[in-house]
């Protein structure tokens, strides 16, 4: 009975990383490692209006921009990181910088630097390696 339960349990931890959107809350950089499609071919840079902000599982901030081309997700960084830096809240104007790409089936842009008041911050190298890497919650 015992091994019964415990194999109840080992498959319905392993269901619950298996759902698609826990994977998508990895997005930004670190050991979520869809940073890896950060592209210099495809880099932009959008100015618009914060209209949404997300925070998910491992601190990864995300905001919705509203521009002139239309709305898009920004895949900005982790909380520890970014917030040591600028504060971003809806209604805040800002431009990004990034590389645009599409993250399960939706366009997005995984930003390299975000400005807000003349304030710029860089977030990833060149190449989309994030700037926080190897640093985490062992680093405040």
Do not use: N
């Amino acid at each position: 009975m015992k091994r019964f339960l415990l194999s109840l349990v080992i498959v319905g931890i392993g269901a619950v990383f298996s759902i698609p959107e826990a994977h998508a809350r990895q997005c930004c950089g670190g050991q979520g490692q869809a940073w890896r499609q950060y592209d210099r071919a495809t880099v932009e840079t959008r100015k618009g209006t914060v209209v949404d902000i997300k925070t998910y599982d491992r601190g990864g901030i995300h905001v919705t921009l509203k521009a002139d081309k239309g709305s898009i997700d920004v895949h900005l960084g982790p909380a520890f990181y970014l917030d040591k830096k600028v504060t971003i809240a809806k209604g805040d104007v800002i431009s990004v910088t990034g590389s645009r790409v599409t993250y399960d089936g939706v366009a997005a842009i995984i930003a390299r630097e975000v400005e807000k008041g003349g304030v710029k911050v860089q977030l990833r190298k060149d190449d989309g390696t994030p700037l926080w890497a190897g640093q985490g919650r062992w680093h405040r």
